[in-house]
T-cell receptor, first 117, second 114 residues
Framework: AQSVTQLGSHVSVSEGALVLLRCNYS??????LFWYVQYPNQGLQLLLKYTSAATLVKGINGFEAEFKKSETSFHLTKPSAHMSDAAEYFCAVSAVAGGTSYGKLTFGQGTILTVHP | EAGVAQSPRYKIIEKRQSVAFWCNPI?????LYWYQQILGQGPKLLIQFQNNGVVDDSQLPKDRFSAERLKGVDSTLKIQPAKLEDSAVYLCASSLIYTLQGYTFGSGTRLTVV
């Protein structure tokens, strides 16, 4: 079974500082990986996804993530935090096409990002 | 392009009552998902439809939860009878068939069981 672990349920940074949200996955084969953002009382918005193409994935709002197979990690980064980045972030995994769990997203517990002025 | 529509946005019911949630996916999306998100946790898949057929309902508590997708478009998720632990946000998502292209979530229905 696939799973993801997000390290740190809360991360606090100052405006302009580096954002680093950690995600490690567990899967017998390299899966597809996703980062979603959720603002209060809203649904999930896709930030970026890794689907076995380039290992460095660029997403919306200046976020990017790097797939590292050797470390089974897919950490999310942003060079300079903005107040509008304050939200909850979820890492998720899906089996690749043809797998029995294809389409089913398994989410981590989430990381709440706070940005201080 | 219109997004995934869900209603109602909020619902408060007493335990042992029944409740139903509605989802209208993006036009042309053959795959539809219902997720349950309990406060402080990540979403968990309850059921996955391909057109009007069920692909995966292994995490659906079938003694009280049911879902249908008549005609392969809209879907309804029902809980009967509700328990306190069913308090959560119920998210609907849809995508194109056999692909994760366009995988989009609705805003969800927040259910409070008192």
């Amino acid at each position: 079974a696939q799973s993801v672990t997000q390290l740190g349920s809360h991360v606090s940074v100052s405006e302009g500082a580096l954002v680093l949200l950690r995600c490690n996955y567990s899967s017998s084969v390299p899966p597809y990986l996703f980062w979603y953002v959720q603002y209060p009382n809203q649904g999930l918005q896709l930030l970026l996804k890794y689907t076995s193409a380039a290992t460095l994935v660029k997403g919306i709002n200046g976020f990017e993530a790097e797939f590292k197979k050797s470390e089974t990690s897919f950490h999310l980064t942003k060079p300079s935090a903005h107040m509008s980045d304050a939200a909850e972030y979820f890492c998720a995994v899906s089996a690749v096409a043809g797998g029995t769990s294809y389409g089913k997203l398994t989410f981590g517990q989430g990381t709440i990002l706070t940005v201080h002025p | 392009e219109a997004g995934v529509a869900q209603s109602p946005r909020y619902k408060i019911i007493e335990k042992r009552q029944s409740v139903a949630f509605w989802c209208n996916p993006i036009s042309g999306h053959a795959t539809l998902y219902w997720y349950q998100q309990i406060l402080g946790q990540g979403p968990k898949l309850l059921i996955q439809f391909q057109n009007n057929g069920v692909v995966d309902d292994s995490q659906l508590p079938k003694d009280r939860f049911s879902a249908e997708r008549l005609k392969g478009v809209d879907s309804t998720l029902k809980i009967q009878p509700a328990k306190l632990e069913d308090s959560a946000v119920y998210l609907c998502a849809s995508s194109l068939i056999y692909t994760l292209q366009g995988y989009t979530f609705g805003s969800g229905t927040r259910l409070t069981v008192v």
